[in-house]
């Protein structure tokens, strides 16, 4: 979860994104975590 206290947040999720239900993205800020998990832009879908 990212520290919202300290205005650096390296990472934001959208649930539902694109007005999809069960659809969760995450816009991943920080190059360095793009590299170790590249999920950036990804469509995370609920395992059934």
Sequence with gaps: MPE????????VA???AGEQRGVTKLDIQDKAIQR???LHDVALKKCP
């Design 4 to 11: 919202f206290s300290s205005g650096a947040q390296s990472f």
């Design 14 to 16: 959208y649930f539902n």
């Design 36 to 38: 170790a998990f590249p």
